[in-house]
């Protein structure tokens, strides 16, 4: 865990004592699929008059560079949809290898096939792709409308643009729990890492969480059965703990804020489209950097991200138990994951 005797003198440090360098940015809560764990069906979208413009976001995300953060992820939504989103990439691209050691983004593969190239030339070296089934028809079911020949095209047209892909795939009971094995000799096949991600309880969706929820301790003891599976010390900045599938170049990642809670080495905070900074993804604490910026320019952003340091929670309180409400009523498309 980061702390403050950790940190250099401009780092951000939240009240807990955690070094605050890693950086989400939602460029948008838009999005060409709408995935049964993270949306209901019938979304309503911001209209676009509440969004940073692109030159927010970018003078915005430079205060957080010079405060200490190394890590940038582009996300949404899908932050593909936002049509100056390679304008942004491009312009943050450039810290890469001084004030930042990465810039990335996590997106559901539908376009990546037109931007791949101009991602890697942006100075992108590694994205990571959502993909939880790789049946076609199933792909739709649990996308309500999306097609996995895009999804995959997109996947190829980023390892041939030189770019690591990592896949995420949302664990989801009586959806793909029968695919998670065979995804993952898929991405050894194709020379993929892969994340699994236990399903969290944010905003309503159209079933219950209970329903879905996969702990992944038990997914993981399956998976040993089938997989020679070591430890592996890697740490991307993110809060996925790995394994290596042994003779492999592939990673196995898990995400389990359920069953093995990550909070204590949180190093990151979001900015949403509309310009607030959310402390955690399972709680409504956040300052309104828009309109900081807007009433009081970047002066004003620094005062504020300043006050959000004494906000930020310990952890989250996410539960999954039947019928429970959402920890928060905004959708992990609002918050950018
Ligand atoms: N609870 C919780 N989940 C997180 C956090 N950060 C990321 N996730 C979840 O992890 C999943 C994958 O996130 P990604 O966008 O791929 O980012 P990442 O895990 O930081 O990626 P890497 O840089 O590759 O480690 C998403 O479902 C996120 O919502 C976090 O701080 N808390
Ligand atoms: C919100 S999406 C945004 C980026 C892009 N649209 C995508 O799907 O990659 C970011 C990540 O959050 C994951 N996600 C969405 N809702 C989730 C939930 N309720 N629980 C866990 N992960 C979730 C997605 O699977 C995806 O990997
Ligand atoms: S997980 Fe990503 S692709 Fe799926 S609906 Fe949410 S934002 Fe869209
Ligand atoms: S749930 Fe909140 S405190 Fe925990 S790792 Fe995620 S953002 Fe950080």
């Known amino acids: 865990m980061a702390s403050i005797s950790d940190a250099r003198p401009d780092t951000l440090v939240d009240r807990h004592g955690r070094a605050i360098t890693y950086l989400r940015i939602s460029v948008t809560d838009r999005c060409d699929l709408r995935c049964r764990y993270c949306m209901s069906e019938k979304m309503a979208f911001l209209p676009r008059s509440a969004l940073l413009t692109l030159e927010e976001i970018a003078l915005i995300a430079d205060r957080f560079i010079a405060r200490g953060v190394r890590k940038i992820r582009l996300t949404g939504g899908e932050p593909l949809v936002r049509r100056d989103v390679m304008d942004l990439t491009r312009r943050l691209g450039r810290h890469i290898g001084t004030g930042l050691d990465e810039l990335t983004l996590t997106t559901n593969g539908v376009r990546l096939a037109d931007h791949a190239e101009a991602l890697a030339d942006a100075g992108v070296r590694r994205i990571n792709v959502s993909l939880d089934s790789l049946d076609a028809d199933r792909f739709r079911h649990i996308t309500r409308q999306g097609d996995l020949s895009k999804v995959l095209g997109g996947i190829r047209a980023a390892q041939a643009a030189g770019l690591a892909v990592k896949i995420n795939m949302v664990a989801l009971k009586g959806l793909n729990d029968d695919e998670i094995a065979p995804m993952l000799g898929w991405c050894v096949e194709q020379g ?63 995400i389990s804020p359920l069953t093995a809670n990550f909070c204590d080495g949180c190093n990151r905070v979001r900015l949403t489209t509309e310009g607030k900074l959310y402390m955690c993804l399972g709680h409504d604490d956040q300052v309104d950097l828009k309109t900081a910026f807007r009433e009081g320019g970047l002066a004003a952003v620094d005062t504020a991200i300043g006050e959000a340091l004494a906000l930020k929670p310990a952890r989250h309180d996410f539960s999954v138990a039947r019928g429970a409400a959402p920890a928060v009523g905004r959708h992990m498309s609002v918050t950018g994951g």
């Open 192 to 254: 993929l890492d892969l994340t699994l991600i236990e399903t969290m309880p944010l905003g309503v969706v159209d079933e219950d969480r209970a329903d879905r929820f996969l702990p992944l301790t038990d997914v993981l003891a399956d998976l040993k059965t089938r997989f020679a599976l070591v430890g592996d010390g890697h740490r991307s900045g993110g809060p996925a703990r790995y394994w290596r599938v042994e003779g492999t170049d592939t990673r196995l990642g898990l």
